[in-house]
């Protein structure tokens, strides 16, 4: 799973308007995370001091991330009509728990594909087996960090729901929005264990056409509702108490498409990105396997020769540079790169035109615009 | 109540009536967790056919159990004098997601410990290596495992929250007992990060002091709270309204004490117990190294022989039998095992104590007491 850095909070890139950052959500997502935080490690100290290395790892890898989530959350609160002042800063806080939900995902992703970087910082993991060395303890410092991941990610996973459910919100507004809510996790987990299964069957067990539809269907539940559609319907159920409405159904038409463009921006930076930008190794996705699908296409247009190399290549974690350079020639002369450019360029054109006709409050539309650009055309 | 369901599953060994299914609890808990599962599983059969052998095995795994927090937290609601109709099948609904809980830390901890079995069945991790063997996959069988262990613990945990949160319960009240709710789990959590930090710290690293102190500390936390004074709060505060009373400070009176012993008595049995009740190959925890108190107190207690023996056999993933009898003996010549035998004595009477003074429905107070011999005289 993909998050490029966080560098957009301090070098803006584009002549484009910072449509993430509009009511500085950026910077007031990370003060309540932070908030949140605070009250975590009170409560912890009481514990045990051992445990002050658990919140400033979580600190410290909240810190990073473009706040994409929250941000969408907010716009569909605001896309409801909602902006009274009381509810306003509740409403900000239920989106900030996203955040908690992607850190998760992404600690137990990053051990789950043995990464060792995120956000050009040491994944949690190897943060933990960097603390076991430096102790001189018992035992196999892999061990450890991969115990320590793994329950950082879920107690990261917890305080996600206990943020959400304590936002400040009216309790039966927050009951509304919960059936949104719990699909989205459900969703992205499953998602997350298809990508795994994907890895795991290769390229070799199944057909192009098995690999593309598998590939499809995990960029579909794995990110695009989880980062767009579903953050979205669930601000705009904070707001009016339901959650299946025409509001969400229009969500959805923007969201659905655009979460799409999203993820295969995403695996496009995960192949040919800017190190420096994305803060990923090069190549780190061909070595891991991933099964996109913009390698998916690539597998289904290959010649002889390039699934030969495709198969040789892909998920070996000893590819060197060489190695890299020769799958990008292969993805880029299949086709598959301008078919995903193509698409990308489809898929944001339909969630412009559904976000065109739906009828939403006017400075919502104008910047979930903004965010389909930032979203789709970004380069980290 | 009228018309209680029978458990199939009971076969109480002793002479007492098995507390824990007074009403049919056993059956109806596991009644809730299947009806849930059908529920997810539709929805999850949406996604993809891939997804079910996730269902599969998490509807195995949830299939054992001996519905211990379940039933403190009915009781807890009992005990403040709940028993309106309407309201009790979702208060037992509330009840049953901590099963949910406790299987997501199972699978967690299966994994983290590197355990082969639990409840007599394949680890959760070992059965999805076991898929990926016989379905020839690419990659390494462990690491598919891993991955596995991983998401499957993550989408249980939210499923817990999930069915709390949609017991059926009016929502207010839900969120009053919520702060408990929260607090339970980042406990557990924090516990047993706690315990997988004593371990890579070892037996050599600290004084004994500090190593029964830190014992102490994983036992309150990952266990004592976890499995008795907070699940019986949080049904209290389901039925009050308040997660902060006079019948809450009562309940921790006598659920703190008897979850220590309760853990003490799991500390015993994982050294001492008979593999055909307790479901684990007998000196597990010894291979595993895990630094029990009873563990802690050989240590404390041991002559430069004794505990030269222990530091040498405890965390040996390779001990023998006549390695784990070894070990046995140090325990018990150490004087530990009388110790903590003494000591399970002393907390149970507590308990009981507090039982006999708190206000509560008489009901409760009876089964309570019944449940306090069902925890600590446990043979498996």
Same sequence: chains 1, 2.
């Avoid at 609160?77 to 509740?90: F, I, N, Q």
């Amino acid at each position: 799973m993909n998050d490029p850095v966080r560098s957009a909070a301090t070098t803006p890139r584009s002549r484009e308007p910072d449509a993430l950052d509009r009511y500085g959500l950026r910077a007031r997502v990370s003060a309540e995370l932070s908030a949140f935080l605070d009250g975590q490690e009170a409560l912890l100290s009481q514990v045990s001091t051992d445990l002050e290395p658990v919140v400033a790892a979580l600190r410290d890898f909240l810190d990073g991330g473009k706040r994409m989530r929250p941000a969408f959350c907010y716009w569909g609160w605001r896309a409801a009509g909602a902006r009274d002042g009381s509810a306003e800063p509740a409403a900000l806080r239920a989106a900030a728990s996203l955040e908690l939900l992607q850190a998760s995902a992404l600690i137990h992703d990053d051990y789950i594909d043995g990464s060792d970087t995120r956000r050009g910082a040491p994944a949690i993991h190897r943060r933990f087996e960097r603390l076991h060395r430096d102790g001189g303890w018992e035992g196999e410092p892999e061990r450890f960090g991969a115990a320590a991941a793994v329950l950082l990610g879920d107690i990261t996973l917890t305080w996600c729901d206990e943020l959400f459910t304590r936002c400040g919100l009216d309790p039966a507004r927050i009951h509304a929005a919960r059936p949104v809510f719990d699909l989205m996790r459900s969703e992205v987990m499953a998602g997350q264990y298809l990508d795994v299964l994907a890895q795991a069957r290769g390229l070799s067990v199944s057909t192009p056409r098995e690999t593309l539809e598998r590939a499809r269907t995990v960029l579909r539940y794995k990110s695009a509702k989880y980062t767009i559609e579903r953050p979205l319907q669930l601000g705009a159920a904070l707001a009016t108490g339901a959650a299946d409405d025409p509001l969400a159904a229009a969500l959805s038409r923007y969201g659905l498409p655009l979460g799409e463009a999203f993820q295969l921006r995403d695996d496009v930076l995960g192949v040919f990105g800017d190190p420096a930008a994305t803060g990923k190794p090069a190549g780190d996705d061909l070595r891991e396997g991933k099964q996109t699908v913009l390698v998916a296409l690539a597998a289904q247009r290959a010649t002889d020769a390039q699934a030969k190399a495709l198969r040789a290549g892909l998920g070996d974690p000893r590819l060197d540079a060489a190695g890299v350079e020769q799958l990008c020639s292969v993805i880029a002369d299949t086709g598959a790169l301008a078919e995903v450019e193509t698409r990308i360029g489809e898929l944001t054109r339909d969630a412009l035109a559904a976000l065109g006709e739906a009828s939403m409050d006017e400075e919502a539309r104008e910047v979930l615009g903004e965010l389909a650009h930032a979203a789709t055309a970004r380069h980290g």
